[in-house]
């Protein structure tokens, strides 16, 4: 048997359904993986080894009785510590709710368990979501396979390193600004962001409401679909989530990979061209677009004279939305309390507990919101930054209206050395130059390996209309089918 971990999930779960190999020997190969790189990457930061096994097991025995098994069953995943996991530890990265074990599932991790999927556990991120290096996470760093001395992305960079150094074949992470997109560019694996309200909220810790949306995250453009497939579609417990069938991501995806693009329209957004993107990255984006043509495509130039509004617009709303959700962790209720010795008052309590529970990126955070929303400042802060977004989404109407999608590079540079962007948090806040917009709107978007620059990863930006996310699947699939994809150098 050729290495486990090496195969997609498309392979793995093929074995398995065909008694090649068993479930139980595919989860054993990943936690082996595991206990021999993760000392170094560190992407997770709690192993289920025991569930892991017994939800193997499961599926064997289903098997072994018979029963028809799901496109991803016996596949394992590594979830981000972000949904909850019943019984499992979930920190979000924070001190806050450290050693807390959920009662129940989010709606994510549900649909993964009933479709067969083994989940190995829960992976690094930056504290809250709030990030884009991972070197936020009160837990350490996770570092990039491709060069550990450099930063995996972030949010979710625990879940697109745990991918690129094969310990696991699929991941979750979450994207309420870019944090599976620009993991998936500078890890050289594949993420996608789903129409917001496309995959369900319930039990997804939140950060910013109106943009938070968890998603699949893989090394090829078909697993992410697959992936996708399995987690989306409507949650009659999230109110924001939407009542329709998730697009057939799958079909489109397998459409995209006989790689013929012809009669598609790509938007390159003109906007993006002057801002900043790495002479290396820019090189490579412009090399797909010679790719994409080739496959047939029309690729046409495209303004969208807002787009350079969406990063402070977004830096007010996130802010302001996570300066309510984040009340709820006052030292009663949920993980850590401290200095409640029985001489102190509830309010002195809530503040320790915050100081000491809390980093100092979370606690920019909630400063911020806390000011934008205070009656005087409301108007001029979230107010206007609310009107920027309506005109953000009417950028993408009118572009829609002339193309099939958007095209961009995912994120302005390569991974990025350890420490070198913490000093200056507005340098930390570039990274989500591109993939900002399509949150603010709502649509889909997916990252997509495309090239190296100076031998690392840099992916390519599919963005479509809402509820359209198998037309972004059905490009990326075809960049892929031109491109390949790429491997990182052994660890
Ligand atoms: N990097 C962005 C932020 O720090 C986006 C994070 C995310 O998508 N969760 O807010």
């Known amino acids: 048997m050729s290495d486990l971990t090496k195969l997609t999930a498309v ?25 021999a790189v993760d000392d170094r990457v560190h992407a997770f930061l709690h192993v289920d080894t025991e569930g892991a096994l017994a939800a193997a097991r499961a599926v064997d ?55 067969g999927t083994v989940m190995l556990g829960k992976t690094n991120m930056d504290e809250f979501a709030m990030g884009s290096s991972t070197e936020y996470s009160a837990y350490g760093p996770t570092y990039n396979p491709w060069d550990l001395s450099r930063i995996p992305g972030g949010s979710g960079g625990g879940s697109a390193a745990a991918l690129a150094a094969y310990e696991a074949p ?17 890890t050289g694996t594949v993420g996608a962001k789903p129409t917001y309200g496309g995959t369900s909220r319930y039990g997804l810790v939140a950060f910013s409401s109106s943009l938070d949306t968890p998603g699949p995250c893989a090394r090829t453009v078909l697993d992410a679909a697959l992936l996708h497939q399995v987690i989306g579609g409507h949650d009659p417990r999230d109110s924001t989530s939407i009542p329709q069938p998730v697009p057939d991501v799958v079909a489109a995806a397998k459409l995209g990979a006989t790689g013929d693009l012809t009669g ?21 984006f412009r090399e797909s677009v010679d790719a994409l043509a080739k496959l047939g495509a029309e690729i046409v130039e495209i303004s969208c004279p807002h787009f350079k509004y969406a990063l402070p617009a977004y830096y007010l709303i996130a802010p302001s ?3 309510s959700n984040l009340a709820r962790f006052d030292g009663v209720r949920f993980g850590l309390r401290t200095g409640d010795d029985g001489n102190r008052s509830l309010e002195e309590v809530m503040s320790l507990t915050r100081e000491a529970g809390f980093g100092p990126e979370v606690k920019r955070r909630i400063m911020i919101g806390t000011y934008a929303l205070s009656s005087g400042y409301y ?13 953000i989404t009417r950028d993408f109407t009118a572009a829609f209206e002339q193309v099939d999608a958007l095209i961009s590079p995912t994120t302005p540079f390569v991974a990025f050395p350890v420490g070198s962007r913490t000093a200056d948090p507005y340098q930390m806040y570039l990274a989500d130059l591109y993939t900002i917009p399509t949150n603010l709107y ?48 052994a660890l």
């Not at 068993?22 to 082996?32: G, K, N, P």
């Not at 108007?379 to 005109?391: C, I």
């Not at 620059?453 to 809402?466: E, I, N, R």
């Open 11 to 35: 392979e793995i779960a093929g074995l398995v359904a065909g008694g090649e190999t068993s479930a139980v020997e595919v989860t054993r190969a990943h936690l082996d993986r595991i206990g």
């Open 61 to 115: 025995e289903r098997r072994a009785a018979g029963e028809e098994l799901g496109p991803l069953a016996g596949v394992p995943v590594a979830v981000k510590d972000v949904l909850t996991t019943k019984g499992v530890p979930t920190t979000v990265g924070s001190k806050i709710l450290e050693g807390w074990r959920p009662p129940y599932d989010s709606t994510i991790v549900q649909r993964l368990r009933a479709a």
């Open 170 to 186: 699929l991941a979750i992470g979450s994207d309420t600004g870019g944090s599976i997109r620009q993991p998936g560019a500078v």
């Open 264 to 284: 598609v329209r790509l938007g390159i957004v003109k906007e993006f061209a002057g801002e900043g993107g790495e002479p290396g990255v820019m090189a490579a």
């Open 321 to 323: 939305e996570c300066s």
């Open 379 to 391: 108007d001029a802060y979230y107010g206007q930054a609310q009107k920027v977004r309506t005109l």
């Open 442 to 489: 709502g649509g889909p978007g997916i990252s997509v390996p495309c090239g190296l620059s100076d031998g690392l990863p840099v992916g390519l930006q599919v963005m479509a209309p809402t509820m359209a996310d198998d037309r972004m699947y059905r490009v990326a699939a075809a960049l892929e089918s031109a491109v390949g994809t790429f491997t990182p150098p």
